[in-house]
Protein backbone atom coordinates (compact mmCIF):
# COMPACT_ATOMS: atom_id res chain seq x y z
CA UNK A 1 0.00 0.00 0.00
CA UNK A 2 1.05 3.33 -0.55
CA UNK A 3 0.02 6.80 1.28
CA UNK A 4 -0.21 10.16 -0.54
CA UNK A 5 -0.65 13.46 1.60
CA UNK A 6 -1.27 16.56 -0.38
CA UNK A 7 -1.05 20.23 0.41
CA UNK A 8 -0.21 23.70 -0.55
CA UNK A 9 -3.32 24.58 -2.58
CA UNK A 10 -5.32 27.76 -2.23
CA UNK A 11 -6.56 30.84 -4.00
CA UNK A 12 -4.75 32.68 -5.80
CA UNK A 13 -5.01 35.47 -8.77
CA UNK A 14 -4.18 34.89 -12.30
CA UNK A 15 -0.17 35.23 -12.70
CA UNK A 16 0.39 34.19 -9.29
CA UNK A 17 2.52 31.31 -7.99
CA UNK A 18 1.49 27.95 -5.72
CA UNK A 19 3.56 24.99 -4.83
CA UNK A 20 2.01 21.73 -4.32
CA UNK A 21 3.77 18.94 -2.09
CA UNK A 22 3.12 15.19 -1.84
CA UNK A 23 4.38 13.30 1.18
CA UNK A 24 4.68 9.32 0.19
CA UNK A 25 5.04 6.52 2.38
CA UNK A 26 4.79 3.10 1.87
CA UNK A 27 5.56 0.63 -0.77
CA UNK A 28 6.55 3.79 -3.33
CA UNK A 29 9.28 1.17 -4.77
CA UNK A 30 6.09 -0.90 -6.28
CA UNK A 31 5.68 1.86 -8.45
CA UNK A 32 7.53 3.90 -11.73
CA UNK A 33 6.43 7.18 -11.04
CA UNK A 34 4.82 10.15 -8.75
CA UNK A 35 2.93 12.50 -9.92
CA UNK A 36 -0.09 14.91 -10.08
CA UNK A 37 -3.20 15.10 -11.98
CA UNK A 38 -5.99 16.93 -11.89
CA UNK A 39 -10.34 17.56 -12.13
CA UNK A 40 -11.87 20.45 -12.87
CA UNK A 41 -15.88 20.76 -12.30
CA UNK A 42 -17.83 19.17 -15.26
CA UNK A 43 -14.48 17.69 -17.05
CA UNK A 44 -12.37 14.82 -16.77
CA UNK A 45 -9.33 13.86 -14.88
CA UNK A 46 -6.31 15.10 -16.95
CA UNK A 47 -2.06 14.04 -15.77
CA UNK A 48 -0.61 17.27 -15.41
CA UNK A 49 3.11 16.34 -14.42
CA UNK A 50 4.69 13.09 -13.26
CA UNK A 51 8.15 12.24 -12.31
CA UNK A 52 9.87 8.87 -12.74
CA UNK A 53 11.30 7.32 -9.26
CA UNK A 54 14.50 6.18 -10.65
CA UNK A 55 15.60 8.22 -13.41
CA UNK A 56 14.26 11.37 -13.55
CA UNK A 57 12.36 11.49 -16.30
CA UNK A 58 9.58 14.04 -16.24
CA UNK A 59 5.88 14.53 -18.08
CA UNK A 60 4.46 18.06 -18.40
CA UNK A 61 0.44 18.44 -19.67
CA UNK A 62 0.94 20.70 -22.76
CA UNK A 63 -0.91 23.48 -21.32
CA UNK A 64 1.08 23.86 -17.91
CA UNK A 65 4.67 23.02 -19.97
CA UNK A 66 6.68 26.40 -19.16
CA UNK A 67 4.65 27.61 -16.16
CA UNK A 68 4.45 24.22 -13.86
CA UNK A 69 8.11 22.26 -12.82
CA UNK A 70 8.00 18.68 -10.81
CA UNK A 71 10.66 17.97 -8.28
CA UNK A 72 11.08 15.44 -5.76
CA UNK A 73 12.97 14.96 -2.52
CA UNK A 74 14.42 11.41 -2.07
CA UNK A 75 15.22 12.37 1.39
CA UNK A 76 11.91 13.29 2.29
CA UNK A 77 10.14 10.65 0.30
CA UNK A 78 8.14 14.34 -1.23
CA UNK A 79 7.26 15.53 -4.80
CA UNK A 80 7.01 19.28 -5.47
CA UNK A 81 5.12 20.97 -8.01
CA UNK A 82 5.68 24.64 -8.38
CA UNK A 83 2.89 26.46 -10.71
CA UNK A 84 3.70 29.93 -11.89
CA UNK A 85 1.73 32.50 -14.03
CA UNK A 86 -1.30 30.72 -13.02
CA UNK A 87 -4.45 30.81 -14.98
CA UNK A 88 -8.39 30.43 -14.38
CA UNK A 89 -8.05 27.13 -16.29
CA UNK A 90 -5.87 25.71 -13.81
CA UNK A 91 -8.59 25.59 -11.37
CA UNK A 92 -9.33 22.25 -10.43
CA UNK A 93 -8.37 19.55 -7.20
CA UNK A 94 -5.13 18.47 -7.86
CA UNK A 95 -4.41 14.88 -6.48
CA UNK A 96 -1.00 13.03 -6.08
CA UNK A 97 -0.88 9.71 -7.55
CA UNK A 98 2.04 6.68 -8.28
CA UNK A 99 1.61 5.19 -11.27
CA UNK A 100 3.25 2.31 -13.10
CA UNK A 101 4.09 4.26 -16.21
CA UNK A 102 4.87 8.03 -16.53
CA UNK A 103 1.68 9.46 -16.11
CA UNK A 104 -1.01 6.17 -16.65
CA UNK A 105 -1.90 3.47 -14.91
CA UNK A 106 -2.18 4.86 -11.49
CA UNK A 107 -2.99 2.77 -8.65
CA UNK A 108 -2.55 5.22 -5.61
CA UNK A 109 -4.44 8.65 -5.01
CA UNK A 110 -4.28 11.45 -2.39
CA UNK A 111 -7.22 13.00 -1.34
CA UNK A 112 -6.50 15.81 -3.22
CA UNK A 113 -5.95 19.69 -2.92
CA UNK A 114 -8.03 22.63 -4.49
CA UNK A 115 -6.21 25.02 -6.66
CA UNK A 116 -8.32 28.25 -7.62
CA UNK A 117 -7.15 31.03 -10.08
CA UNK A 118 -9.51 33.70 -9.86
CA UNK A 119 -9.34 37.46 -9.06
Known amino acids: QVQLVESGGGLVQPGGSLRLSCAAS????????IGWSRQAPGKDREAVSF????????YYEDSVKGRFTISRDNAKNTVYLQMTNLKPEDTAVYYC????????????WGQGTQVTVSS
Open 26 to 33: GRTSDYYA
Open 51 to 58: ISFSDGSR
Open 97 to 108: ATCHNLHYNCDY
